[in-house]
C-alpha cells in the first residue's frame, strides 16, 4: 500500500488531495501538511479522515522541520505543491530520509523573480548515488505540454523544429482583479522579462511587449503575449533540433491595465519596505489583500485551451500539429470544488505521482516530464479528467 505525504494546502493542492484519495488502487494512505493546519483539516474534513489519515503543521522552509515530519510519516513518494520557494528545502529533506519527490513548479529564489532549473537539476548525482527519483515539473505548463512535446516528437514527428506553447484562460471569474494561482508567482512571473529560443541562443523582450491575437479552439480569439516559462528550457535541452521554441499566455486588457498600474505604484516589488516598523515586501501585501485563487470557483464561467502548436519534418515533409486541451471550470467546480488552472495542474500532479509509485515511471536521478515514455500520461490524461485532441496536418498560425 502505498502512502504520500502532499505538502501545501491551496488551490492546486485540494485537486491533487481529491483526485488521489478517488484512487485508492494507488494511494493506499495520503498524509497532509501546510503551515496552516486548519487548511488541512478543512481537506481531511472534505475528503474523510479514512482518505486523508494525517494531518500536520510544517514550516516547509526549514529543513529539520521537513525531516521530522517525513520520518514520522514514513512516506513512499512526497508531493510537493507548496511554493516555488520552497523546492530545495523539501529536495534536501527527501534525500535526508530517502523518499521520492515530486512538484509541479521549478524552484526561484525568494529575492530575485527568476526560476531556472540549474538550481534542481544540480541534485540529479545525489538523487541517482541514493537511488531516488525527483519528477520536477509535474503540472499543466510544465508538465503536459512537455509530455506532449514528447508524444508528438514519438508519434508524429522525425525532427520536431517550432514549438509554440499557447495557455489561454477564456473563463470569467467575476472579479475585478484576480490571479489563477498564488498571486505573488503569477505577478513575479507576468512582470518579469520574456525569453525564447531561437537559432541556437536565448533571445529576451521587454515584459508583456510581444502580442499574437490567436484564435482558441472552444475559446475563440484571444489576445496573446510571448512570456519566459521554465519548459522552454528543459525541453530546447532535450530536444535539440529546436530551431524555435517560444511561450505565450493570454491576458485580458483589465487585468493588464490593473497590473500595469499596481506596477507603476510599485505594489508589485518583491523588495521588503518598513512599515511601521516592519519589513514587508509589496506583493506580499498586495497577495494578501487580492482574492484566494481557491475562492474563485464558485460562479466561474468558460473554458482554457492550453496547447502545442508543434512543427517538423516526418517522411522528408514539413508538417504542424495542434495537441490541446479544454478545460471547463464549472465541470471543475462540480467535480472537485476547483476553478479549471488549479485542476488542470492538480491531475497531471496526481497522475505523475500514480506512475512513479506503481514504477511505470521510476528512474533514481532528476528528470523532467519529457523524458519519459509518453503515452503512459496521455492515457491517463483522457482517463481522469483532462482528454487531449489532436489537430494535424494544419497551417501554423505563427510566422517564421
Request: contains cysteine.
Amino acid at each position: 500500500m502505498s502512502r504520500v505525504l502532499i505538502i501545501g494546502a491551496g488551490g492546486v493542492s485540494g485537486v491533487v488531495v481529491k483526485k488521489c484519495a478517488m484512487l485508492p488502487e494507488y494511494f493506499g494512505e495520503i498524509h497532509l501538511a501546510s503551515r496552516t493546519v486548519s487548511k488541512c483539516e478543512k481537506l481531511q474534513q472534505e475528503v474523510g479522515s479514512d482518505r486523508v489519515v494525517g494531518v500536520y503543521a510544517v514550516d516547509a522552509d526549514n529543513v529539520q522541520e521537513l525531516v521530522a515530519l517525513i520520518n514520522k510519516v514514513k512516506p513512499d513518494l512526497v508531493i510537493n505543491v507548496a511554493l516555488p520557494y520552497q523546492d530545495l528545502p523539501i529536495m534536501d529533506a527527501c534525500l535526508e530520509t530517502g523518499v521520492h519527490y515530486l512538484d509541479t513548479a521549478n524552484y526561484e529564489p525568494k529575492d530575485e523573480a527568476k526560476f531556472e532549473y540549474s538550481w534542481q537539476w544540480a541534485y540529479h548525482d545525489r538523487f541517482k548515488e541514493a537511488g531516488l527519483m525527483a519528477l520536477l515539473g509535474s503540472g499543466f505548463d510544465p508538465g503536459v505540454t512537455n509530455v506532449y512535446t514528447a508524444y508528438a516528437a514519438k508519434h508524429y514527428f522525425d525532427e520536431i523544429h517550432y514549438l509554440d506553447i499557447v495557455d489561454c484562460n477564456g473563463g470569467d471569474h467575476g472579479q475585478a482583479f484576480a490571479t489563477n494561482f498564488n498571486p505573488e508567482i503569477n505577478i513575479r512571473e507576468i512582470t518579469q522579462r520574456g525569453k525564447y529560443w531561437e537559432n541556437g541562443e536565448w533571445h529576451e523582450t521587454d515584459p508583456i511587449s510581444v502580442r499574437e491575437d490567436l484564435d482558441y479552439p472552444g475559446v475563440g480569439v484571444r489576445a496573446s503575449y510571448l512570456l519566459f516559462h521554465e519548459e522552454l528550457e528543459s525541453l530546447v535541452k532535450h530536444f535539440p533540433t529546436l530551431k524555435r521554441a517560444r511561450f505565450w499566455m493570454t491576458f485580458g486588457d483589465a487585468y493588464l491595465n490593473h497590473l500595469r498600474v499596481l506596477e507603476g505604484i510599485g505594489m508589485t516589488s518583491i523588495h521588503p519596505i518598513d512599515f511601521n516598523g516592519q519589513q514587508i515586501a509589496p506583493l506580499e501585501f498586495l497577495k494578501a489583500v487580492l482574492p484566494n485563487p481557491g475562492s474563485l470557483a464558485e460562479g466561474y464561467e468558460g473554458m482554457t485551451c492550453i496547447g502545442t502548436y508543434i512543427t517538423g519534418m516526418k517522411d522528408g515533409k514539413e508538417k504542424t500539429i495542434f495537441i490541446y486541451n479544454n478545460c471547463d471550470h464549472a465541470e471543475c467546480n462540480r467535480e472537485v470544488g476547483a476553478q479549471a488552472v488549479s485542476y488542470t495542474t492538480g491531475v497531471p500532479a496526481m497522475i505523475g505521482a500514480s506512475l512513479m509509485l506503481e514504477g511505470t515511471w521510476m528512474k533514481p536521478g532528476v528528470w523532467n516530464m519529457e523524458q519519459f515514455d509518453p503515452d503512459p500520461m496521455m492515457e491517463r490524461l483522457n482517463k481522469y479528467g483532462l482528454p487531449w485532441q489532436v489537430v494535424e496536418n494544419i497551417e501554423s498560425p505563427f510566422k517564421r
